[in-house]
């Protein structure tokens, strides 16, 4: 691979009040004192130095009082009725589809004559896989992926705690968009143009945009196209204890937010013609505000969907030690506030109550084997139709798939535990005909059937 020059796009305004904190505590930023900025690496979009946001020794912080106190009583819990009791005489089944250790991300080539699309892993590598039309011995998977990498960024990608390859998408323009975390602990969109036959990547590619990160922590994650053209992708808030540097609800960044983008330039050789702007219709959030923002106060969003049948954005947003929480948003619902670090999920966690907190879809409680939320497809596909309209979505503790009915600004009433399970869940991708795939990143990726 070769390419790879960042391009500048607008520079948030600088600053947020970056904590004075304890040294050597694992849990907080490791890059003290200066805000996160979306910007170019020859310093264009850099962002000033803040003011610590507490002279207090670590323990003493609000923020990490909050998150080492015990979970109250009366938490909403995650109650799941078992599949052969709320739909008597369906199943699903877990087939085994890609087998790709440490996978975390997935995507669909409709545009490929052949089928299949692209897989990528924690470390930064990305194969071509292929529908495994012929049996192979000693294997029942139901793809093959391509015997070397089609693109290899894992001497340039960052793997710990919640760092690595976690987003990928197809453009309108069939160019593959990544989303990982660089050697230096920056995030990085970046953009790859496949082969005419669709079955490789070209040499050439494109870093085209970076934010700066405070911590290996809450990196996620997701991007996604609508069908606009409009890119949204998702940050977490850069990590800490209880969001320790306010970045949830500081708009003049873009940690703990989903930011949309219009994408123009991008269509000669020079991996220089790209420019990432302010989607148009993008909330005016008011002076000094990073105009990216089309949603904030998020945690972690390490996953995203569009269900288009709705126009709905679904986000899952992993939360503290108490709470997880999935929003739906309808796409004229910009400037939405998901509330943290005022709120996890729907229950208060530190500072002032919020007069625009936009509460959860579907939030449960941490335990019982519960403790990441990872989302997550509404199900569109033909092969299991009685899930129609259904939020499928996982955890990454308990490794169970669920289906949730949600319903705008309600919990769901009804929750069907599915039956099927695997080791360590990281996302779900969705073919061109609608039909659900679980990534694992123990096993690799396994299509959902019946």
């Known amino acids: ?31 003290e004192g200066a ?3 979306i910007g170019s690496p020859d310093g264009a979009g850099s962002a000033a130095t803040s003011e610590p946001a507490t002279t207090l020794p670590l323990t003493q912080t609000p923020e990490y009082i909050a998150s080492n106190t015990p979970c109250p009583q009366g938490l909403t819990e995650l109650s799941a009725t078992p599949l052969r009791e709320a739909a008597p005489g369906r199943s699903v089944t ?18 490929g004559a052949a089928g299949g699309g692209f897989v990528g892993d ?6 071509r896989f292929a529908p495994n039309f012929a049996a192979q011995a000693g294997r029942d998977f139901g793809a093959v992926i391509s015997a070397e990498p089609v693109a290899d960024f894992s001497s340039n990608t960052a793997a710990e705690h919640d760092q690595g390859l976690v987003g990928m998408t197809l453009g309108p323009d069939g160019r593959l968009w990544i989303n990982r975390t660089d050697r230096h602990g920056s995030s990085v969109l970046t953009v790859l143009t496949p082969s005419a036959d669709r079955t490789t990547l070209e040499n050439l590619y494109a870093d085209v945009l970076e934010v700066k990160q405070t911590n290996a922590q809450h990196n996620g994650g997701d991007l996604l196209f609508d069908p606009d053209g409009l890119l949204y992708v998702s940050f977490g808030d850069g990590g800490g204890l209880g969001d320790p540097r306010h970045h949830g609800q500081n708009l003049a960044t873009p940690l703990g937010a989903v930011l949309r983008f219009a994408v123009e330039g991008g269509n000669s050789a020079d991996p220089g013609d790209w420019r990432l702007i302010p989607a148009p219709g993008n909330p005016d959030l008011g002076p000094g505000s990073d105009p990216h923002i089309w949603a904030y106060g998020a945690r972690n969003p390490f996953r995203m969907s569009l269900d288009e049948a709705t126009s709905t954005l679904w986000i899952s947003d992993v939360g503290q030690q108490c709470m997880e929480e999935v929003t739906m948003l309808g796409l004229d619902e910009g400037g939405a506030n998901l509330g943290w670090n005022a709120y996890e999920g729907s229950r208060r966690f530190v500072g002032d109550e919020l007069a625009n907190h936009r509460p959860p879809d579907l939030e449960y409680r941490h335990g019982r084997g519960l403790c990441a939320v990872i989302g997550g497809h509404v199900y569109r596909g033909g092969q299991l139709d009685w899930l129609a309209g259904r939020y499928v979505f996982a955890d990454l503790c308990g490794g169970d798939i669920y289906a949730a009915e949600v319903a705008p600004d309600t919990q769901p009433d009804d929750v069907w535990h599915l039956g099927v399970s695997t080791p360590r869940p990281v996302g779900f991708a969705v073919d061109a005909a609608g039909e659900l795939y679980v990534i694992d990143m123990e096993i690799g990726v396994w299509r959902l059937t019946g």
Request: charge should be neutral; hydrophobic fraction near 55%; glycine fraction near 10%.
């Open 1 to 31: 691979m070769r390419g790879g020059r960042l391009f500048s796009i607008a520079t948030c305004a600088a600053a947020i009040a970056a904590g004075a904190l304890a040294v050597g505590c694992s849990d907080i930023g490791i890059d």
């Open 94 to 111: 877990l087939v085994p589809y890609i087998d790709l250790a440490e996978a975390t991300v997935m995507v669909f080539d409709s545009a």
């Open 35 to 37: 805000s996160p900025a």
């Open 122 to 127: 924690r470390r930064g590598r990305i194969w």
